[in-house]
């Protein structure tokens, strides 16, 4: 979000709990890691985007990063003209740490 403060992008933080640590909803102090206007955090303690996510996918598709048929730590990629649901993700990877330059590279690509 540094490298493109002008870029015309809407980004969802879902927070979810994954690990036995994860008994609440993320602190102030770790959401304001995350301060861009342009970011929307919330919890979602039920899982429930990742398994709405994880539907748009066909079920023979492999998919990284799931615990207990959980995603977690991905990031999607749509462009602006998508509605929810309607068609899988331009982009899908993570860990999300690991797929940041993947995520820059495919958000150049979708101006």
């Known amino acids: 979000m540094k490298q493109n403060p ?14 036995p640590t994860d008994w609440a909803r993320p602190s102030g102090l770790v959401q304001s890691r995350i301060s861009d206007p342009r970011v ?50 331009v982009y899908f990877g993570g860990a999300v740490g690991d797929v940041a330059q993947e995520v820059r590279q495919n958000l150049l690509a979708l101006r």
């Open 40 to 89: 929307v955090q919330f919890w979602d303690k039920d899982h429930l985007v990742a398994g709405e996510l994880k539907q748009q996918f066909p079920s023979s598709q492999a998919l990284c990063c799931q615990r207990h048929g959980v995603l977690w730590d991905v990031a999607a990629l749509y462009p602006s003209s998508v509605q929810w649901g309607s068609s899988t993700p």
């Open 6 to 19: 002008l870029a015309r992008v809407r980004v969802l933080v879902v927070w979810e709990p994954m690990l």
